[in-house]
């Protein structure tokens, strides 16, 4: 018989071992860590179910089991899966199992084209300002001011600039300072992931930079990415300025 004690302690145990992959994720250079995800030591690279085939690690009155899987798609994310055992893989008393995705790191995601990447239609109103003319997101040719794949609107004296040095100072010129009308698939590699989101907008709260529709307003917020090295402005937007790893974790008898 299965006691609650021993259901706790295995979950728990489960828990030691998604904890030792993450530290071991984020602290490549130490002893016993994930130096490469090109190849992941066995101590984290069981076999899948888990059984008692899997790579036990010792801890207390029993120990885990983990395996580090990397996306084949996006290659900064990682599924960790880990077993609890009591009192070990080969002699289970008891045995949970925790699956958690990790987001490594958000660096080099995408080098978006403009400071204001709109998925649809734009209007540019009132005072906000769009400048990218000190941007550094490209590393070749220039950066634009906004990028949409519907039509793009400019009210005076509202201002969209691009850093197009070759080209005489103006602003809200098409081309130059932005892109109306693009194919939809030019957008596709600037769309974030679900767990990218998670990341975005987790990093965001803690930081105080995530903002919400005013109340009384649209029931959603349009996605934008958004270039940190461009200085830009808009009213009534919704902006998520950077991200932290975050994870999320289901539970398995």
């Given at each position: 018989?299965?006691?609650?004690?021993?259901?706790?302690?295995?979950?728990?145990?489960?828990?030691?071992?998604?904890?030792?992959?993450?530290?071991?994720?984020?602290?490549?250079?130490?002893?016993?860590?994930?130096?490469?995800?090109?190849?992941?030591?066995?101590?984290?690279?069981?076999?899948?179910?888990?059984?008692?085939?899997?790579?036990?690690?010792?801890?207390?009155?029993?120990?885990?089991?983990?395996?580090?899987?990397?996306?084949?798609?996006?290659?900064?994310?990682?599924?960790?899966?880990?077993?609890?055992?009591?009192?070990?893989?080969?002699?289970?008393?008891?045995?949970?199992?925790?699956v958690t995705t990790k987001l490594l790191t958000l660096?080099?995601?995408?080098?978006?084209?403009?400071?204001?990447?709109?998925?649809?239609?734009?209007?540019?109103?009132?005072?906000?300002?769009?400048?990218?003319?000190?941007?550094?997101?490209?590393?070749?040719?220039?950066?634009?001011?906004?990028?949409?794949?519907?039509?793009?609107?400019?009210?005076?004296?509202?201002?969209?600039?691009?850093?197009?040095?070759?080209?005489?100072?103006?602003?809200?010129?098409?081309?130059?300072?932005?892109?109306?009308?693009?194919?939809?698939?030019?957008?596709?590699?600037?769309?974030?992931?679900?767990?990218?989101?998670?990341?975005?907008?987790?990093?965001?709260?803690?930081?105080?930079?995530?903002?919400?529709?005013?109340?009384?307003?649209?029931?959603?917020?349009?996605?934008?990415?958004?270039?940190?090295?461009?200085s830009s402005s808009w009213t009534r937007s919704a902006?998520?300025?950077?991200?932290?790893?975050?994870?999320?974790?289901?539970?398995?008898?």
């Amino acid at each position: 018989m299965i006691s609650n004690r021993n259901t706790n302690q295995v979950l728990y145990l489960a828990d030691s071992g998604v904890e030792n992959a993450l530290w071991a994720l984020s602290n490549p250079t130490a002893p016993n860590a994930i130096p490469s995800l090109v190849t992941i030591p066995a101590r984290y690279n069981s076999p899948l179910p888990h059984g008692s085939n899997a790579t036990f690690i010792a801890l207390g009155r029993g120990g885990f089991t983990v395996s580090v899987v990397r996306d084949p798609v996006n290659l900064q994310m990682v599924t960790v899966t880990s077993t609890g055992w009591l009192p070990n893989n080969t002699a289970a008393l008891a045995a949970k199992k925790i699956v958690t995705t990790k987001l490594l790191t958000l660096a080099n995601r995408f080098t978006p084209p403009t400071a204001l990447n709109v998925n649809g239609a734009l209007t540019v109103a009132g005072s906000a300002v769009v400048d990218s003319r000190n941007a550094t997101c490209q590393t070749s040719g220039w950066q634009l001011g906004a990028f949409t794949t519907g039509a793009t609107a400019i009210a005076a004296p509202a201002t969209v600039y691009g850093s197009a040095q070759d080209q005489p100072a103006g602003s809200n010129r098409p081309t130059y300072d932005y892109q109306a009308n693009q194919p939809p698939s030019a957008f596709t590699p600037m769309i974030l992931t679900p767990d990218e989101l998670l990341a975005l907008k987790g990093r965001a709260q803690a930081s105080g930079t995530y903002f919400r529709p005013p109340t009384g307003g649209p029931s959603h917020l349009m996605r934008r990415i958004h270039c940190r090295t461009v200085s830009s402005s808009w009213t009534r937007s919704a902006v998520v300025r950077s991200a932290r790893p975050r994870t999320r974790r289901t539970w398995h008898q």
